[in-house]
């Protein structure tokens, strides 16, 4: 049934009623808040509301970078930046390790890489993982040695017939890349080794993140054996007033066939992606482009940069991100690392901290000038109790509730048609930042065409609520803008909470097409995918209210032009992520 906006706000008085489930989640925090030890007991983790039914996240600590992600035996697997004492991230970073058949569920093994020697002593920092001929694994991992510098190390599986690769053996020659002074690189500044890949010269390369100055860096490096390093003497690729770049991953991107392409695949319908993460504004960009094999330069497509105006994989929550070739499946694979929006204070409360993000098939876009992506097909499997939306039209200033959906746990798609653009704002030429222009422009502020889009993790009386929305205007030269919006602004009464509003713009001409919206909800974490992947925004949201069986989801309007929306939800089914081979028998 639709309601009016003013309608709802009558009903404030219902929070009063909801008041005992608050006093019931301080109370669950409060007896879990002493743990200083932070060894949850099981009835801590089953009254936690915030923890995830499908994400990866360990039972307990801190999680960061997704390293070395990939397949081996049909078998894949996940390793990450851990802190196995505590709930902050520590530089004594591990390599934590879980294996998955279908990348959905996941079983634990022991860390595969633990700072021992004096070339990791301080920690085992991120890295990638690289197939070699024979189908031998390798990782390449940046350490902390003993002088707290940066160096790059090496570690192979111990037993090859081990699916599981549950043990791993650093090489007795690391570290075999250093930082120098004759090589110019500074010794806190030389990281995140990416996947190597193999040219047709038959030589191994692969790149390092760092700076010189304010400029940031992929260093690239060469070896005939992989165990001998040279850096070659020009920069693969810079950018100035970046910083320091990290965790870089350069791949290629088939532009004539849907399908992902091994990390050495060269040729005339390849294009290459290079992604850098920029330590001093915790954001991704990507560039598209061309490496030339020959000069062993990486060159960006014209307009392709790193910079507010270049293009990212997520404009929300995602950092650190790595992907990899699924040779089972012949795609690729991403991963990113979601952090939090809760304080410090409350995740010692939780008793852990980030997120991965649902692994995501990426493809070069029919334009050529950008990536798609989408949550893998096994995410798919999950699904449950399916509730189709009625085709309808939904007036300006009406919302409805989707009914018989486990809202705090669901995946919805929903299509929404425009036939009549008369009402559409004009576009202020000064309007260039979509994030900026999403708080301006929230969920609140009525509109010509949008805001409409959903309502998710919403309490009954819509005290709380995050918005992921669509608005549309018209530019200068007749043309539509198509803005996407995360709006976190009103998505707890904790005020301690990040609650920052996340922009994107959609290249989507919607005289022509139907504009797509897909959101993962689970619990804590909101996936957003619009354009049919063309733009993507994670949000980490903490209500007080819409918990669990207390969560309601919408589909909205409040624009002054009525929109078409058709449309299917789902409840989803928790995931068996991180729990022990006799768990997953039972």
Not at 95 to 123: K, M, Q, R, Y
Request: negative net charge; contains cysteine; hydrophobic residues 35%.
């Amino acid at each position: 049934m639709a309601l009016m906006i003013f309608s709802l706000r009558i009903f404030f008085f219902l929070s009063v009623l909801l008041s005992f489930g608050v006093i019931e989640l301080e109370g669950s925090h409060h007896a879990c808040s002493n743990l200083l030890n932070l060894e949850l007991p099981s009835t801590c983790q089953a009254k936690e509301p915030y923890r995830t039914g499908y994400h990866f996240q360990p039972p307990k600590n801190w999680i960061n970078d997704p390293n070395g992600p990939l397949i081996y035996k049909n078998v894949y697997h996940h390793f990450y930046q851990y802190n196995p004492h505590g709930v902050a991230w520590s530089p004594n970073i591990v390599w934590a390790h879980s294996t998955s058949n279908d990348l959905v569920n996941w079983i634990p093994h022991d860390d595969a890489l633990n700072p021992s020697e004096p070339f990791d002593i301080n920690g085992c920092w991120s890295g990638s993982a690289t197939i070699l001929p024979g189908e031998k694994p390798a990782i390449f991992y940046t350490g902390i040695n003993s002088e707290n510098e940066q160096v790059q190390n090496l570690a192979f599986p111990k037993n090859l017939s081990d699916p599981f690769l549950r043990e791993w053996v650093k090489i007795p020659q690391n570290p075999l890349m250093i930082p120098t002074e004759a090589n110019q690189i500074n010794a806190d500044s030389f990281r995140d080794p990416s996947t190597a890949w193999l040219g047709s010269d038959n030589r191994w390369r692969l790149v390092i993140g760092s700076k010189q100055n304010q400029t940031g860096l992929a260093i690239l490096y060469m070896s005939e054996d992989f165990l001998h390093w040279t850096r070659v003497n020009h920069t693969f690729h810079s950018a100035k007033e970046n910083g320091m770049w990290e965790c870089p991953d350069f791949f290629p991107v088939s532009n004539s066939s849907p399908i992902g392409l091994d990390t050495s695949t060269n040729g005339p319908d390849v294009k290459h992606v290079l992604k850098v993460s920029l330590f001093d504004t915790a954001k991704e960009y990507y560039t598209i482009g061309t490496y030339n094999l020959d000069k062993d330069l990486y060159n960006p497509d014209k307009g392709s940069e790193e910079s507010d105006l270049g293009l990212r994989y997520d404009y929300g929550k995602f950092y650190a991100s790595k992907s990899f070739f699924d040779s089972a499946k012949n795609r690729r694979i991403l991963w990113g690392w979601s952090n939090e929006s809760s304080s410090a204070n409350d995740d010692i409360k939780k008793g852990w901290s980030g997120l991965q993000t649902i692994p995501r098939t990426i493809l070069l876009d029919e334009s050529g000038k950008q990536l798609v992506q989408w949550p893998i097909e096994e995410l798919e499997k999950l699904r449950t109790k399916q509730v189709r939306l009625p085709r309808i039209v939904i007036e300006g200033g009406s919302l409805h509730e989707v009914l018989g959906v486990t809202a705090a746990q669901a995946d919805i798609e929903v299509t929404f048609e425009i036939s009549d653009f008369e009402k559409t704002e004009v576009l202020d030429p000064s309007w260039t930042d979509p994030q900026i222009l999403c708080s301006k422009k929230d969920a609140s502020v009525y509109g010509g065409l949008g805001p409409f889009g959903l309502l998710v993790l919403a309490s009954e009386s819509l005290q709380e609520y995050t918005a992921v929305f669509y608005r549309i205007f018209k530019s200068h030269n007749n043309k539509y803008v198509v803005l996407m919006c995360s709006d976190q602004s009103r998505s707890s009464l904790n005020e301690n909470n990040d609650k920052t509003t996340y922009g994107a713009f959609v290249d989507v001409d919607p005289v022509h097409e139907k504009l797509s919206l897909r959101s993962l909800i689970d619990h804590s974490i909101v996936e957003s995918f619009g354009g049919e992947g063309k733009a993507c925004i994670t949000a980490r949201v903490y209500p007080t209210l819409a918990v669990d069986g207390y969560t309601s989801l919408y589909t909205f309007n409040y624009g002054k032009e009525g929109v078409k929306i058709t449309g299917s939800a789902w409840s989803m089914r928790t995931a068996k992520i991180n729990r022990s081979r006799k768990e997953e028998n039972e």
